[in-house]
């Protein structure tokens, strides 16, 4: 490489820097991004997109039968649901962004909550076992290829584990689980289902855990609230106030999460800042279901939290000092 191209390379990975640190401190999280999300608006439920500050909503799917539960592909161009279309068995689906080209991914009877992985050739979603034998039903984590092929089980020695969530780097996945001897606790392993970890420990039963696209910090539900600690699990803090809320996804700058909360006897989409708390009405509609968030996270370099500016910074002015 020429001297004069590796200065180039330098000057773009810092300039790429520069915007997105732009980006960050200007509160900008919302410009330029989606959040798919299932509604009721229609009749019946639905997958449908808008823009990261609720504006734009479209509808994406089309079916007598219900679509929910929405997950990004990586590149945005694919959204995997979970529908009961066919013969009322529920199993994951992909469909182009734009409402077209819709596929079977899964063959089970009761196959649900799809995460993809963030290189985009992965689904991961929890799988019912022994779905006839009323005695041993038991839920777990499998992994199918992102064109539906080599579906494999995870975990050896399954007890009821649900919510898959890929860690940004691809290398480990958080989980829900629990047995009867213990309630609902976050758990994370290796993508290949090895080295098993609990991160949490009592309390309320903890659910849909949500890794944030810096990596750093794992927000999840209890019951009524969304919580966030750090990704080994200290550090957990109660974000929301009263109100039945659930399902956390991320913004693109790990700033924010939005979230569905029960109101009036119906679901809407609400956001909440991960430090502060401070909360904000992204979709509400009287008497029609808003649900299931998941915030798309453009590709191409993340945004990285204040904390972790200086670090990123001098990495890149590393990379530029090596190649001149």
């Known amino acids: 490489m020429s001297i004069t191209a590796r200065r180039f390379l330098a000057a773009a990975l810092v300039f790429s820097l520069l915007i997105q640190m732009h980006i960050a401190e200007n509160g900008y999280a919302s410009r330029g991004?989606?959040?798919?999300?299932?509604?009721?608006?229609?009749?019946?439920?639905?997958?449908?997109?808008?823009?990261?500050?609720?504006?734009?909503?479209?509808?994406?799917?089309?079916?007598?039968?219900?679509?929910?539960?929405?997950?990004?592909?990586?590149?945005?161009?694919?959204?995997?649901?979970?529908?009961?279309?066919?013969?009322?068995?529920?199993?994951?689906?992909?469909?182009?962004?734009?409402?077209?080209?819709?596929?079977?991914?899964?063959?089970?009877?009761?196959?649900?909550?799809?995460?993809?992985?963030?290189?985009?050739?992965?689904?991961?979603?929890?799988?019912?076992?022994?779905?006839w034998d009323n005695d041993n039903w038991k839920r777990t984590i499998y992994v199918i290829d992102s064109d539906g092929t080599n579906n494999r089980q995870l975990i050896k020695k399954p007890e009821w584990e649900t919510d898959p969530?890929?860690?940004?780097?691809?290398?480990?996945?958080?989980?829900?689980?629990?047995?009867?001897?213990?309630?609902?606790?976050?758990?994370?392993?290796?993508?290949?289902?090895?080295?098993?970890?609990?991160?949490?420990h009592g309390g309320a039963?903890?659910?849909?855990?949500?890794?944030?696209?810096?990596?750093?910090?794992?927000?999840y539900c209890t019951n009524a609230h969304i919580w966030v600690m750090d990704s080994d699990g200290k550090n957990q803090r109660l974000i929301t106030g009263n109100g039945w809320h659930r399902h956390p996804t991320w913004s693109p700058d790990s700033e924010t999460i939005a979230f569905q909360s029960h109101v009036e006897h119906s679901f809407s989409i609400f956001t909440v800042d991960a430090e502060d708390g401070g909360m904000d009405t992204l979709l509400q509609v009287q008497d029609q279901d808003d649900s299931n968030p998941d915030w798309f996270h453009p590709g191409g370099l993340s945004v990285t939290p204040a904390a972790s500016r200086i670090t990123i910074w001098g990495r890149l002015k590393s990379i530029g000092a090596a190649l001149r």
């Not at 529908?83 to 089970?108: C, E, F, M, P, Y």
């Not at 659910?207 to 810096?214: F, H, I, K, N, T």
């Open 33 to 131: 991004t989606k959040i798919a999300f299932a509604s009721t608006r229609d009749g019946n439920y639905e997958i449908y997109v808008m823009d990261g500050d609720g504006k734009n909503q479209r509808r994406v799917t089309v079916h007598p039968n219900i679509d929910h539960y929405p997950t990004w592909s990586p590149d945005g161009k694919k959204i995997a649901f979970v529908s009961n279309r066919n013969g009322g068995r529920i199993q994951i689906w992909v469909i182009d962004a734009d409402g077209k080209n819709t596929i079977r991914l899964t063959d089970g009877v009761s196959d649900q909550h799809p995460d993809w992985s963030p290189d985009g050739t992965k689904i991961a979603y929890d799988f019912l076992l022994n779905p």
């Open 165 to 200: 969530s890929w860690s940004p780097d691809g290398r480990k996945i958080a989980f829900r689980s629990h047995s009867h001897e213990r309630p609902d606790e976050i758990y994370v392993m290796d993508a290949d289902g090895g080295d098993i970890e609990r991160i949490t």
């Open 205 to 219: 039963s903890k659910a849909m855990p949500a890794w944030s696209p810096d990596g750093s910090r794992i927000a």
